[in-house]
């Protein structure tokens, strides 16, 4: 399976880094399997640092390694991704996997979840609202375990 990576800069050797912000699926290396979904990480990171190059790092990733990994995968943004995403993007500790995958926060998502931490609807209404919403898939590759499944293929601008 290819996956992308899309930032600021080629990255060829991917590491685990204490991020500037809190994430979907907490701490982590985020890839997609859609390259488009990649190229705009890439442009709205080199916009956001206000420096750099947009830049997709591929990455060639074997499945059959997942089956030595502990996997945490959603098939949609349900009830128990909700609570996920919420407790990360809280801060809040949540089980430790090497690998999370599942759909992404877009920017119509974000504002449902931000409108639902902050009270102003209840979780069912929240779903009801993420449902029928065509998101795109992100991989976080949380440990060196991870990490070391995938390999550097090549970048493309």
């Not at 800069?9 to 809190?22: E, F, G, H, W």
């Not at 488009?36 to 990733?61: L, P």
């Not at 098939?75 to 089980?95: D, I, M, Q, Y």
Request: net charge neutral.
């Amino acid at each position: 399976m290819l996956l992308y990576h899309g930032s600021y800069m080629v990255v060829d050797a991917p590491r685990l880094i204490i991020p500037q912000r809190l994430l979907d699926f907490g701490p982590g290396f985020y890839l997609t399997s859609d390259f488009e979904q990649a190229r705009k990480w890439a442009t709205r990171t080199k916009i956001i640092r206000n420096s750099g190059t947009s830049a997709v790092s591929v990455f060639d990733f074997d499945e059959q390694e997942l089956a030595r990994l502990e996997v945490l995968t959603f098939s949609s943004p349900n009830r128990e991704w909700l609570r996920f995403v919420v407790a990360n993007r809280t801060g809040k500790l949540t089980p430790q996997y090497d690998i999370v995958h599942g759909p992404v926060a877009n920017d119509q998502t974000v504002r449902t979840i931000n409108d639902f931490q902050n009270g102003y609807f209840s979780e069912e209404i929240a779903l009801q609202l993420l449902l029928p919403q065509k998101l795109k898939d992100q991989f976080a590759f949380k440990t060196e375990k991870a990490l070391q499944c995938l390999h550097f293929k090549e970048a493309l601008a």
